[in-house]
């Protein structure tokens, strides 16, 4: 063992309300791997998160597939992901790394054969590429049909609206919009994001409510409203991830899985939720059929 404490986080409980379908995906978690350092730039990690870890939580949940998302932790080094992904096979994950200036072509390559689908870029402290780097990031994975997955002040939604008109990749934008101040559902720069999607390339991630809202648990109605709007608006553009280990809150805000996955159910009925969890991740991610 490292010098990272090895988890101490809730891992297993009741199940969640919701009924999971056949190929249930779980599009965002991060992994914390012994032997892997946070590196500069990126915010400390307190404690591990494996794939064994993970493992318990997506039992409980009961979901099959799942995303596993680059750290701002690791900043530009993707090899906690990598081997994160290299645990759970891709029969059933997917990955989203980091793409700098130093990721050589056969990176690329290599990343795409084991299950990478995206890059990430995260416009918030912390973050490895901010929006500004799109360009580039994008010219890279191109040729390989990968996503973005973008994270902003959804407040700043406005002053990020040209850069994001112009990707002609898919993009995600990423924890319900990130507005760190919640708005109201009929906000005007909501708005903005519906007109965004409508432009075809553009999903939407139903993830971290807990982190901006001021409702709070169980609902974070506040937040809550966003989603449910988006997802009535475009539900085939619509996916869900439960932002596990919950890495940006203190241990007393720290949230329910189960709860995290079941306030689905008061989003959206369930043919939608089916194809949140399950049609919209295979479509974007390159999953097969659930057997």
């Not at 939604?157 to 994001?164: S, W």
Request: glycine fraction near 10%; include cysteine; charged fraction near 25%.
């Amino acid at each position: 063992m490292g010098d990272i404490p090895a988890n101490t986080r809730q891992l297993d409980g009741p199940a969640p309300k919701l009924a999971m379908p056949k190929g249930a995906t779980d599009c965002h978690i991060h992994v914390y791997l012994d032997g892997h350092a946070p590196q500069p730039g990126g915010p400390p990690i307190a404690e591990l998160a494996t794939p064994a870890d993970y493992a318990v939580v997506q039992r409980r949940l009961g979901l099959e597939r799942v995303v596993i998302t680059q750290s701002n932790a690791y900043q530009f080094d993707n090899g906690a992901t990598i081997a994160g992904l290299k645990a759970m096979g891709s029969e059933t994950a997917r990955g989203v790394v980091v793409v700098g200036p130093d990721t050589t072509e056969a990176e690329l390559a290599d990343y795409h054969a084991l299950g990478v689908r995206g890059a990430r870029i995260m416009n918030l402290p912390g973050g490895a590429v901010g929006v500004d780097g799109i360009p580039n990031v994008e010219a890279r994975i191109r040729p390989f049909g990968w996503h973005l997955m973008v994270q902003f002040d959804g407040r700043e939604i406005e002053r990020h609206r040209v850069a994001l008109e112009a990707i002609e990749t898919d993009y995600i934008i990423d924890h319900t919009g990130k507005f760190l101040e919640p708005v109201a559902a009929d906000d005007a720069r909501v708005d903005t994001l519906l007109r965004l999607i409508d432009r075809g390339n553009a999903w939407f991630k139903v993830a971290g409510l807990y982190e901006t809202s001021r409702a709070g648990a169980p609902d974070f109605a506040d937040v809550a409203g966003i989603a449910r709007r988006v997802i009535a608006h475009a539900p085939e553009r619509v996916i869900w991830g439960s932002n596990w280990p919950h890495v940006g809150v203190a241990r007393e805000h720290y949230p329910d899985d189960a709860v995290l996955l079941g306030n689905l159910a008061d989003l959206a009925d369930e043919a939608t939720c089916r194809r949140i969890l399950v049609d919209n991740p295979a479509a974007l991610y390159g999953f097969p059929e659930p057997a």
